[in-house]
């Protein structure tokens, strides 16, 4: 059973009235009306929920939040011998705008449709945008499954369903969004929020061949171990055989 909404107070012994408050209201209309993934994300798209000043896709999407991303990954992607990724969900493409995608063939997916159209405005010859549901959908066989602030608001059922998922695309890395120096993970209800680490239950991924910790400074830096893991999808499809 899913745990009550209450539960978020759990989530971080810290976390601010404020930000508990936002993630409430978030929740509340679909929680009470069973709304699909899709109509839940778009709900939270059209209110602006997440608050953010600069990016609907929320305050983390700031250019303040991913700088170090924007400096680190085209790194990561020479290391690594990246040249294709999808990006799941890819927002409103703020500040991936910013990243260096030259040689890279980029693909943005998202499951609200409203943004996969604006951002179509925005194609190149090696950016594309397509609408997916990081549950259900075919995804396309790439180097690298970018998912960064998605797994945090999807419920356990959900993470094993969209790791499975991730999975069957054979893909090479997965690159995803931890916070390794918790130890516990609660459930909620999807589209709601908590911090996530996935090298524990009910995950139990192995560590990951990278890390990259974001220096995230929301909050005080009570987040300040947000953190990206680098897996390799071979290893996350061996540890769900076994789970």
């Not at 839940?40 to 896709?57: E, K, M, V």
């Not at 090298?199 to 300040?224: D, Q, S």
């Amino acid at each position: 059973m899913l745990k009550p909404l209450k539960s978020l107070a759990q989530i971080v012994p810290f976390l601010p009235s404020t930000i508990y408050h936002s993630l409430r209201r978030a929740s509340t209309a679909y929680r009470d009306q069973h709304q699909s993934t899709e109509d839940i994300f778009t709900d939270i798209f059209r209110r602006n929920a997440w608050g953010g000043a600069d990016s609907l896709s929320g305050t983390g999407s700031g250019l303040d939040q991913t700088q170090t991303i924007l400096a680190e990954m085209p790194i990561l992607f020479q290391d690594w011998g990246i040249s294709s990724i999808l990006d799941i969900p890819c927002g409103d493409f703020y500040w991936m705008s910013k990243l260096q995608l030259e040689g890279i063939r980029y693909i943005g997916a998202d499951i609200v449709k409203q943004i996969i159209e604006i951002n179509q405005k925005k194609q190149t010859d090696n950016i594309t945008f397509i609408q997916a549901d990081l549950l259900t959908d075919n995804l396309p066989q790439v180097d690298l499954i970018f998912c960064r602030d998605c797994l945090v608001h999807f419920s356990f059922a959900d993470i094993h369903r969209a790791l499975k998922n991730i999975c069957k695309s054979n893909s090479k890395f997965l690159l995803t969004t931890t916070f390794p120096e918790r130890d516990h993970n609660y459930d909620i209800v999807t589209g709601e929020w908590r911090v996530l680490n996935l090298e524990i239950e009910p995950f139990g991924l192995p560590a990951p061949a990278r890390m990259l910790v974001e220096g995230c400074t929301e909050e005080n830096g009570i987040f300040k171990d947000k953190s990206l893991g680098l897996w390799r999808i071979s290893d996350i499809q061996q540890c769900l055989k076994t789970s």
